[in-house]
């Protein structure tokens, strides 16, 4: 059985993953996409919860045997994927799939699903803002900071690819908003 997905995007730091959690506690009839991921939980995140944690060994295995729908080596040495079994394990409970990854993961997704996929950029103020949330954030080395502020700006040129530029200015905003374009997306 085939459902829907919501894809938010986004440079790191602009706030994706406190829409995405906002979102999940008001709507039941969403479940989160876990990711695969190569890089180290941090702080209360868990295995199985917020990503599936495996080693390089097993994340390389994983793509030869075709497993991934995507999957990109965000940060230099550091993978991120989207299991196929986790999509269908969400249709099958009747509930739209909710993803947060990064932009060019995003942007495969909806090339792959097309109109049952709805993909939300996620737009910071500014390039300065977003940099102060990821340091502010608290949870990356400067080293960790500079590579993503790098990327960053690169991504923000994504903007127009996506079918809504979501604005992150105001958080309490950005959630409703959020909130009414999915329930459009998934009643319609
Ligand atoms: P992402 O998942 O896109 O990397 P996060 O959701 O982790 O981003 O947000 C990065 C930081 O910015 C977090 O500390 C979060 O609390 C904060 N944040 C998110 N949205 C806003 C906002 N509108 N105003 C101020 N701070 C925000
Ligand atoms: P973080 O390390 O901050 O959790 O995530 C780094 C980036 O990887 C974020 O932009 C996040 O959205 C993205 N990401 C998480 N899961 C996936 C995935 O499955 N595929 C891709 N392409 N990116 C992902």
Redesign the pocket.
């Known amino acids: 059985m085939e459902g829907k997905l919501i894809i938010f995007s986004a440079p ?1 730091g602009a706030g ?1 993953t406190t829409i995405v959690h906002h979102l999940l506690g008001k709507m039941p009839e969403l479940e989160f996409s876990i ?1 695969a ?1 190569t ?1 180290q939980p941090r702080g209360t995140e868990t295995d199985g919860e917020d990503y599936y944690f495996i080693s390089k060994e097993e994340f390389l295995h994983l793509i030869a045997k075709k497993y991934f729908v ?3 080596e ?1 940060y230099t040495g550091t993978f ?3 299991l196929r079994t986790e999509i269908e394990r969400i249709w099958k409970k009747g509930k739209t799939v909710i993803f ?3 932009v ?2 995003g942007l495969h997704l909806k090339r792959k699903y097309a109109d049952q996929a709805l993909a939300i950029f996620v737009q910071p103020p500014s390039m300065e803002v977003l940099k102060q949330r990821l340091s502010g954030r608290g949870t990356d080395s400067q080293e960790k900071l500079n590579e993503r502020f790098a990327k960053a700006e690169k991504e923000l040129g994504y903007a127009p690819k996506f079918d809504v530029i979501l604005k992150n200015y105001d958080l309490d905003t950005a959630c409703s908003e959020a909130e009414e374009l999915v329930r459009n997306f998934i009643e319609g």
């Open positions: 790191s994706k990711s991921t890089r995507e999957f990109e965000v991120y994927g989207t947060d990854i990064d060019e993961g």
